[in-house]
């Protein structure tokens, strides 16, 4: 419940304590609802304000006569709200006590001890002595004991059992300080938590919680969407993602890809064909438009589709209309379309390869997914993913990757994506048979040389694709053999790049190189 062993820490707290001591030379101490004492006055090197309490607690049997004392007003205090003044197990010799309650709940409690009253007459001290010599003290210490013994005057009494109670409300409230920070920090965590995944996609970096956000708020839409991503990113997942959390969530969700097929094929595949309409076509068959109405159909490679299939992808998305091969009378539907693709879209249309007029009805909502060497963070927590998936699968016990397999994997810029990567797991679970520590040996050999050879900066530089992506991957191989060559310094590698710092920590933030702290 409370936390007793920061309460000692807190200023406050500490402060109130001197106070007490150094007016009233009386200490103060606190237990919790069991009476076990939680200040250090049980300790051998505690400082004693109060000369009593010090020859008590050196005494034989001191922190036994203290304990009961304790074990006796925990007992009242639980029933309490009221400050006590309790006599202690030596006579005249008193203390007061103050309950500490969070919720109205019992959790412990501040005493203030030891003093006798200013009514006390020299017999009683006397007694008192006498009590205490019997006790074991010699009698040299029990008198100065009693000499030095504060007596409370009444204006004073009502001071002390004023600052107890003020004692254990800075308790209270500190406490429920503590527990709404707790509760802060609970709730900021869980919503950082769920960041990290989204359907069934997995990822915590930056660029993948945009998307998540993105996908989050299109979530009641039932616009078009055309995925964008280099092979092996996440394209289909997204679509997924969007259907399931659509409200077309309990109908259809079905993914037909576009370049599996010639023309005439995708066309009976997507609108269906009626018999003898072609050779081959012996009966009545639904097209995919058809099983998935209601639902979502997703269109994998649309850029690999030709100019005619685009004109009827066109009419059904614009007057929900469709004719099926060899069919005189068109048929209506109504599905979703979400729609996928890794080639450049306006470039194509550029060069009248896509229709313009299909472009704008799909791309009503563009999500635009970034390959995984823009976002390193999402390396590490994909390979858990991915090995704790393979390890259940294979009902093998939960291996872990090496350091220094963990840093090749994060060094490789992945050209085959997160696809590639799943993959790269998949081979080291098998490769790595019993063993628990997945080591660097068993990576594939363009993992392990990457970066590995005399010129880095030229080695694995595709020769094919766009230019702009070969110019990429030749910035972020110098820029990460840089940083590794000057020491992580960033001053220096500008000027060895002749670019601005600012630029080069700009580059440094897109491509996520400056991740290696994270692999350790
Ligand atoms: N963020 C992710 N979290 C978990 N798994 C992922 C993630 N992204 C991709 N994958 C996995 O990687 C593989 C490839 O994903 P997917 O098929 O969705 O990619 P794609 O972009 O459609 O690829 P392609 O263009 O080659 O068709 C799948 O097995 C998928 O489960
Ligand atoms: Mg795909």
């Not at 005057?153 to 600052?163: F, S, T």
């Not at 659509?246 to 890809?257: E, G, I, Q, W, Y």
């Not at 490679?301 to 059904?316: A, F, P, W, Y």
Request: glycine share 6%; hydrophobic share 40%; net charge neutral.
């Amino acid at each position: 419940m409370i936390n007793w062993q920061d309460m000692g820490k807190l200023h406050v707290i500490s402060k109130l304590e001197g106070i007490l001591g150094k007016w009233f030379d009386v200490e103060m101490f606190y237990t919790d609802a069991h009476g076990k004492l939680w200040s250090d006055h049980a300790s051998k090197t505690y400082s004693f304000k109060s000369h009593f309490m010090k020859v008590q607690m050196q005494s034989a049997y001191g922190h036994d006569f203290l304990a009961e004392d304790i074990e006796k007003m925990v007992e009242k205090m639980a029933s309490t709200n009221e400050v006590v003044v309790y006599e202690s197990f030596f006579k005249h010799v008193k203390g007061v006590a103050f309950p500490v309650k969070v919720d109205g709940e019992f959790a412990g409690a501040v005493f203030v001890y030891p003093f006798v009253l200013d009514t006390a007459t020299s017999a009683d001290v006397e007694m008192l002595k006498a009590q205490m010599i019997e006790c074991g003290t010699t009698p040299a210490d029990a008198a100065v004991a009693c000499e030095k013994i504060k007596k409370m005057w009444p204006r004073e009494l009502e001071y002390v059992k004023e600052l107890t109670s003020l004692v254990a409300e800075e308790m209270v409230s500190f406490h429920d300080e503590i527990t709404k920070r707790e509760d802060q920090i609970q709730a900021l965590s869980s919503e950082v938590g769920e960041k990290y995944r989204y359907h069934a996609m997995i990822g915590k970096s930056k660029k993948m919680q945009a998307i998540y956000s993105l996908l989050e708020k299109i979530s009641n839409s039932e616009s078009s969407v055309l995925i964008n991503g280099e092979n092996g990113t996440g394209k289909e997942l997204v679509a997924k993602a969007i259907h399931f959390y659509s409200p077309r969530k309990d109908k259809m969700f079905l993914a037909v890809n576009c370049s599996a097929f010639n023309d005439n094929l995708l066309d009976s595949e997507l609108f269906g064909h009626v018999k003898g309409s072609f050779t081959g076509a012996v009966k009545d068959k639904k097209g995919l438009f058809e099983t998935a109405n209601g639902g979502t159909l997703f269109l994998d490679e649309i850029g690999d589709t030709t100019l005619s299939m685009q004109v009827k992808l066109l009419r059904v998305l614009q007057e929900g209309t469709y004719l099926p091969v060899g069919a005189t009378a068109p048929k209506k539907v109504d599905v979703r379309i979400v729609a996928a693709t890794n080639k450049n879209l306006k470039e194509m249309m550029a060069k009248g390869e896509f229709r313009e007029d299909l472009y704008y009805r799909i791309n009503v909502i563009n999500v635009a997914l970034p390959p995984l060497r823009e976002r390193h963070d999402d390396i590490p927590v994909l390979m858990d993913y991915f090995l704790k998936k393979r390890c259940d699968e294979a009902g093998k016990a939960l291996k872990t990757f090496a350091k220094k397999c963990m840093e090749k994997m994060l060094d490789y810029p992945w050209p085959g994506n997160v696809r590639e990567l799943e993959n790269e797991v998949e081979r080291l679970v098998v490769l790595a048979g019993d063993e628990k520590m997945i080591g660097p040996e068993n990576l594939s050999p363009r993992i392990i040389d990457w970066g590995a050879s005399a010129e880095p900066a030229f080695k694995g530089v595709n020769t094919e694709g766009t230019l702009r992506d070969a110019l990429e991957q030749l910035e972020i191989m110098m820029i990460r053999e840089g940083l590794k060559r000057c020491n992580f310094n960033k001053s220096k590698l500008a000027k060895e790049l002749d670019i601005s710092r600012a630029s080069l920590i700009m580059k440094v933030e897109k491509y996520g190189l400056d991740k290696r702290a994270k692999a350790a």
